[in-house]
C-alpha cells in the first residue's frame, strides 16, 4: 500500500503561482511512477503530468511551459510547481502513483482544490 496526501491548494488571481505537494508513505516510493491529474466540475478527471523515478516527465499539452513536476525520493515527495494559472487551471488535483511498466494508477491522494479567479 501507498498512501498519498496533497497539500498547498488554494485561491490564486491568475497569472498566479501555487505549489502542491505530495507526501508518500507504506512501500517504496522510488518504485512508483508519480502524477498528478484534476478534476475540474462537471468534467472528467484528466492527466497533468508525471514523473518516473529517475526523473522523465510527460505534460498534458495545456500545462507546458507552465507547471513543473519534481520528486524527491529521499524525502518521499512530489511536487507541482504551478506558474502562469489561468481560470480554466481551477479543479481538484490529486497525487497518483503506478507501478513502473504498468498503465493504470493504483493508488490516490484526497485531492486538493486549486481555484484560480480573473
Known amino acids: 500500500q501507498v498512501q498519498l496526501v496533497e497539500s498547498g491548494g488554494g485561491s490564486v488571481q491568475t497569472g498566479g503561482s501555487l505549489r502542491l505537494s505530495c507526501t508518500a508513505s507504506g512501500r517504496t516510493f522510488s518504485r512508483y511512477v508519480m502524477g498528478w491529474f484534476r478534476q475540474a466540475p462537471g468534467k472528467e478527471r484528466e492527466f497533468v503530468t508525471s514523473i518516473t523515478w529517475s526523473g522523465f516527465t510527460a505534460y498534458a499539452e495545456s500545462v507546458k511551459g507552465r507547471f513543473t513536476i519534481s520528486r524527491d525520493n529521499g524525502k518521499n515527495m512530489l511536487y507541482l510547481q504551478m506558474n502562469s494559472l489561468k481560470p480554466q487551471d481551477t479543479a481538484v488535483y490529486y497525487c497518483?502513483?503506478?507501478?513502473?511498466?504498468?498503465?493504470?494508477?493504483?493508488?490516490w491522494g484526497q485531492g486538493t482544490q486549486v481555484t484560480v479567479s480573473s
Open positions: 497518483a502513483a503506478r507501478q513502473s511498466g504498468t498503465t493504470q494508477y493504483e493508488y
